[in-house]
């Protein structure tokens, strides 16, 4: 798994292209467009292209009217309100992307094994410090929370059930801010993907 951005200069087989792309539309049309041509343009062979239905943006609709384009949309209506749980990405921005590359070679390493080790639907454990809220695979840590969102995990910590691994997308020394890339101690590194299941408020 990547973002757009990192995966610039690559090509796969297959691509799964997801984003949130009806408010990049409202935000900046001709960024929308560059993202999603990157994107896209990653696929040797096979391309899928993820929208929302209750979202969709203009950017895609020449895609769902194409010739050869197959679109899904939901499976069904549920019969009433039956969720019990919420559930939230944690992505790029609740997370330090420079914490598995920084520091001493020795540390980096050993992150790096524990996140190779690492699978989707992986349960990891959390540990919320004064300073830090840290995302561990047994006993090491694997990710630190951003300040955005550490604030966000403290206030629903009672709640929160599990992070359950997505995946892990690459970050590079080159997508980290000019004035930090001096705090690297690798070229490349793991950013693990997860997601929280959270117990609903009952109030």
Not at 39 to 57: K, P, Q, S
Not at 140 to 159: D, K, P, T
Not at 172 to 198: F, I, K, Q, S, Y
Request: charged fraction near 30%.
């Amino acid at each position: 798994m990547s973002t757009v951005h990192a995966a610039k200069g690559t090509e796969h087989d297959g691509v799964v292209v997801a984003g949130r792309w009806a408010r990049r539309w409202r935000e900046d049309v001709e960024e929308a467009r560059r993202l999603l041509y990157v994107g896209m343009t990653r696929a040797r062979r096979g391309l899928a292209i993820v929208d929302r239905e209750d979202d969709a943006c203009a950017l895609l609709e020449p895609l769902r009217q194409a010739e050869g384009m197959v679109c899904r949309g939901a499976a069904g209506e549920p019969a009433g309100e039956t969720i019990l749980k919420r559930y939230r990405v944690l992505g790029p921005a609740d997370v330090d992307l420079s914490f598995a590359g920084r520091g001493d070679a020795a540390r980096a390493a050993k992150i790096a094994a524990a996140l190779k080790r690492l699978r989707a639907g992986v349960l990891l454990k959390w540990e919320v410090r004064e300073d830090a809220v840290l995302l561990k695979a047994g006993s090491e840590s694997v990710a630190m929370l951003s300040v955005a969102g550490a604030e966000w995990f403290r206030r629903h910590a009672e709640r929160v059930e599990a992070l359950r691994v997505l995946g892990v997308y690459g970050w590079r020394r080159e997508d980290v801010d000019p004035e930090w890339r001096n705090t690297c101690v690798t070229d490349r590194w793991g950013v693990p993907l997860c997601e929280a299941v959270v117990r609903r408020s009952q109030t």
